[in-house]
């Protein structure tokens, strides 16, 4: 018999295509947005599932592992992070859960380098002077930035999105770098140049940038709250393309209004997809709806590598790319 599977939302067909091609029975969520926790209970019900291929946006929880029954095997996320995901409750109940990494680290790379190049040189908010009809001629004084090239870039979390984001500035754009993770790589710091800090404290006052990459943990939660943005230069720069938690919002709206730092572009948001409706009054800060993986290539890689963890999960192996083993 075949194996059953469900997809919470629609996909780029490479992946779809792949399932087919193993002869998996697929059924695709048919609302174009993200299911409630009834609706996917509701929907996990309806069938026996044998595998879930599941986003980030699902929030997956012990009553939704009970909702797809004891014969689901694995939830495969399409998504690098997995904190949408009660891990606990998917090794009590058995349940294998995958990722997608690696695939994205280039694109989100880039990504965060276009928000720091964006908000140093105003670009969003030059897009909206021009098209509002105020551009009247150059000006020497007109819409001034801020260089990148020979800065200071902090890096918060040496993983492999935040090393591939320290060579774009380091090669290409001959910026100095210091760095903050819980382990330190020698080797990393001879190749680059970069300087390991022990604290976060202590990177935050040296550094016009400040770019985070650490998964969200009960740790890093509020990880920049009011008393960390003090720490930073008046001049500098918050980035975050990571997870939206991480970064207090109310404390980042008070140093943008206050003056504590210069501006901030961000990819994730507190309580995504809610916004803050203060923060998208002001000019300092730069926004963009979660799509720092969000290109063709990216997405279609993401799509095969979550099929293809399902597709080893059902055929009774370990799946390539394995954050909690269940039963097979």
Not at 124 to 129: H, L, N, T, V, Y
Request: charged share 25%; aromatic share 6%; glycine share 8%.
């Amino acid at each position: 018999m075949a194996n059953k599977v469900f997809v919470t939302r629609k996909i780029p067909d490479s992946g779809i295509a792949l399932l087919k091609a193993a002869g998996f029975e697929l059924v695709v969520s048919e609302k174009d947005g993200v299911l409630t926790k009834d609706e996917l209970m509701g929907a996990l019900k309806k069938e026996k599932y044998d595998g879930v291929l599941c986003l980030l946006t699902d929030h997956i929880d012990d009553e939704v592992f009970n909702a797809a029954g004891k014969q689901c095997k694995i939830f495969a996320n399409y998504a690098v992070g997995f904190d949408n995901i009660d891990l606990k409750a998917a090794r009590t109940r058995n349940i294998m859960v995958t990722n997608t990494p690696g695939v994205l680290t280039e694109t989100v790379a880039e990504h965060t380098f276009a928000l720091m190049l964006a908000i140093a040189h105003r670009v969003a908010e030059a897009d909206r002077f021009t098209r509002a009809g105020k551009y009247k001629g150059w000006g020497p004084m007109l819409l001034l930035g801020s260089d990148v090239f020979g800065k200071t870039l902090g890096i918060i979390g040496l993983g492999r999105i935040g090393a591939r984001v320290v060579h774009h500035a380091v090669r290409g754009f001959d910026m100095k770098v210091l760095y903050y993770d819980v382990q330190r790589n020698e080797n990393f710091e001879r190749e680059y140049g970069a300087a390991y800090r022990d604290r976060i404290e202590t990177l935050l006052p040296d550094a016009d940038f400040v770019s985070i990459h650490v998964p969200l943990l009960e740790s890093t939660k509020h990880l920049m709250n009011d008393l960390r943005f003090g720490m930073m230069r008046n001049t500098a720069y918050l980035i975050n393309t990571s997870r939206g938690p991480i970064v207090d919002e109310q404390a980042l709206l008070r140093a943008l209004r206050a003056g504590t730092i210069k501006g901030a572009a961000l990819d994730v948001f507190e309580n995504e997809p809610a916004i803050e409706p203060l923060l998208l009054e002001l000019d300092s800060i730069l926004l963009t709806p979660h799509i720092a993986s969000g290109t063709i290539e990216t997405r279609e890689k993401m799509a095969r590598l979550a099929a293809n963890n399902l597709i080893e999960a059902l055929a009774g192996r370990v799946p390539p790319n394995i954050v909690q083993a269940g039963s097979s």
